[in-house]
């Protein structure tokens, strides 16, 4: 089984602390790395005696990832208590996660119980630093964690989209992310996947060796795009049904370096569809 942690719990040394100090064993959770949380974003509307202070739960937002890491769970025994699942502070919730090669990963991750949530409740110094060293170990940015230790909403990141097919420059439905962009990259590619020829439009599907060419942009309201993009591309959600695409996360490469994006990856079966050999669209 999987967890997504996003707060003290991404910190090995504050982890294998507390497991020491109450007689469990660390090694029960291993680490797979980074990954994300979409839709989601941090809160501190919860006081914890231990902290002696506000710590971390997460709340729905559309269009912004909450960074985190992914675990292999070999006893929840450990987690679970310091949760406090059986005092009803924190509850098991199943999400899910994504890494930056596309893919998606079912996971389960705590949410603070209901009766539990208040107005903000700033964090202490100490568990600051915690939660700082986990990201910084892990390879994340501070803003949207310090963002929610101050109180404000952190802005949403990423905020690039990785287009491929429809969208990008001089191709049919352009115009939907035109007056959207900030900031045109220009040309970009992924790696670790292919692109296929459906019918007017191509999808991007995971495959080991291959690379799919396209454009790389940024966006100023970043939840009115994705909103828009989401029917566009027929992605109704994560864990919901129906889908023919699904919003992923990838590492987009330009020119001047890699970034964290979004895009869409094509859901059906792939094998019925002819591959792009060049990995690059140019138009039904």
């Given at each position: 089984m999987v967890y997504f942690a996003y707060g003290s719990n991404l910190d090995e040394e504050n982890?294998?602390?507390?497991?020491?100090?109450?007689?469990?064993?660390?090694?029960s959770i291993e680490l797979l790395g980074p990954a994300w949380l979409p839709d989601y974003e941090l809160v501190f509307r919860y006081q914890s005696r231990l902290r002696?202070?506000?710590?971390?739960?997460?709340?729905?937002?559309?269009?912004?990832?909450?960074p985190g890491a992914l675990f292999r769970v070999h006893d929840w025994g450990g987690l679970d208590a310091k949760e406090g699942v059986s005092g009803g502070y924190y509850r098991r919730v199943s999400v899910t996660a994504l890494t930056d090669d596309g893919r998606a990963h079912s996971a389960t991750t705590y949410c603070v119980c209901d009766e539990r949530v208040r107005d903000f409740v700033a964090p202490s110094p100490e568990y600051r630093q915690i939660v700082t060293r986990?990201?910084?170990?892990?390879?994340?940015?501070?803003?949207?964690?310090?963002?929610?230790?101050?109180?404000?909403?952190?802005?949403a990141n990423p905020t690039a989209i990785f287009a491929y097919g429809t969208l990008m420059r001089g191709m049919r439905?352009?115009?939907?992310?035109?007056?959207?962009?900030?900031?045109?990259?220009?040309?970009?590619?992924?790696?670790g996947a292919s692109l296929i020829h459906i019918d007017w439009y191509p999808g991007l599907v995971l495959n080991e060796g291959g690379s799919v060419h396209g454009e790389l942009y940024e966006v100023d309201d970043v939840a009115a795009t994705l909103e828009a993009f989401d029917s566009y591309e027929d992605f109704s959600g994560y864990g919901g049904e129906g889908s023919l695409y699904r919003r992923s996360l990838v590492s987009a490469v330009t020119s001047s370096g890699s970034m964290l994006a979004w895009t869409y990856i094509y859901l059906g079966d792939p094998d019925v569809f002819p591959v792009i050999p060049s990995g690059r669209w140019t138009g039904a």
């Open positions: 982890w294998a602390l507390w497991c020491q100090s109450k007689g469990y064993d660390a090694a002696k202070g506000g710590a971390l739960d997460v709340r729905r937002r559309h269009g912004t990832a909450i986990g990201l910084t170990r892990l390879g994340h940015a501070h803003d949207g964690f310090v963002a929610a230790a101050d109180g404000g909403s952190a802005p439905s352009h115009a939907l992310l035109a007056p959207r962009v900030r900031r045109a990259h220009g040309s970009a590619r992924i790696v």
